[in-house]
């Protein structure tokens, strides 16, 4: 494998989809609020929106990254690992390229954050230093870090959700929008379900290594309840949008995308282990866009 591929598996383009939709659906929200004319001023902002996407990205990349590294370094990915090659541990990269990768790709996160922060004033700021902190720190510091005390749920609710969606939405109208923290419920749901696959499949191997998930806490039943209470509420909620009254029916577009979560439920429910349990975190990976853009586009219309 080059070292270009090697880069690109690190990224674990699978997961993108959890930085990209919190965009999407906080620039729908600002659409949507220009259109209602519910604010006086400013609406939809495709510059500053693109540069949320962009440092959305580097974010969850640098995320990764570092995941690679420490998770390696306190050996939580060894060769029982039964998920995705990761670069370090395979070999691909050596500790030292995926620690420097890590930093350059923060710091591109950074300089994107500087320029939101230009446009958007100092909560940015704030955003931008409390995102990479908790990207770094969800495993940087061993069994005392985020994803080893079994905060990683909450962790990826939080920033998927409120912050990464009524963050973006924040960028292009200048100010707090409710419907945007109305819309990051589904998103951070979601994103939490991606994370709860992963975990479920790993239960053996963080339990071995001192990494203590809420799939290792509370065991797979619990995780299994949990993956199926989470796409219950992310769906349940653009359908209390209309049944308020609060959205036109167009937000309920996410209800197409069921099939898309029949797959990864049944592999949870079977249960089965290893591959079949990476192919769900991929399903669940298109679940999450496939909602996101549907729930966008609902907004907007």
């Known amino acids: 494998m080059t070292k270009v591929r090697a880069w690109l598996l690190a990224a674990r383009p699978k997961t993108l989809a959890a930085a990209f939709v919190p965009v999407a659906v906080g620039t729908a929200v600002a659409l949507d609020v220009l259109q209602g004319a519910a604010y006086p001023a400013r609406g939809f902002a495709p510059l500053p929106a693109l540069g949320c996407l962009l440092t959305a990205l580097l974010l969850q990349v640098g995320t990764n990254f570092a995941n690679d590294y420490y998770d390696f370094v306190h050996g939580a990915d060894t060769e029982a690992r039964v998920g995705p090659t990761r670069a370090v541990q395979s070999g691909l990269l050596t500790p030292g390229e995926m620690r ?3 930093v350059a790709v923060f710091a591109l996160a950074f300089l994107g954050g500087l320029y939101l922060a230009r446009v958007a004033g100092w909560p940015l700021v704030v955003i931008g230093i409390a995102s990479i902190a908790a990207g770094v720190g969800y495993t940087a510091g061993g069994r005392r870090s985020l994803g080893y005390l079994g905060l990683g749920d909450l962790f990826v609710l939080v920033f998927f959700g409120p912050v990464a969606v009524a963050g973006t939405a924040y960028v292009q109208l200048q ?9 990051s419920v589904p998103v951070g749901c979601l994103a939490v379900a991606v994370l709860v696959v992963n975990n479920y499949r790993d239960t053996d191997t963080d339990r071995a290594s001192g990494k203590r998930t809420l799939a290792v806490r509370l065991g797979r039943p619990f995780a299994r309840g949990e993956y199926f209470a989470l796409l219950a ?6 359908t209390l949008q209309w049944w ?7 937000v309920l577009f996410p209800w197409l995308s ?4 029949w797959p990864p439920l049944r592999k949870l429910l079977a249960p ?5 349990l990476n192919r769900a975190l991929g399903e669940t990976a298109r679940l999450m866009l496939a909602f996101g853009l549907l729930y966008a586009l609902g907004i907007v219309l």
Not at 258 to 261: H, Q
Not at 272 to 276: E, P, S
């Open 258 to 261: 069921v099939p898309l979560a």
């Open 100 to 102: 420097a990768g890590t």
């Open 244 to 250: 308020t009254g609060a959205q036109e029916p167009w």
């Open 272 to 276: 089965v282990d290893g591959a079949a």
């Open 233 to 238: 509420i992310a769906f349940a909620v653009p």
């Open 175 to 183: 100010r707090w929008a409710p419907e945007a923290f109305v819309a």
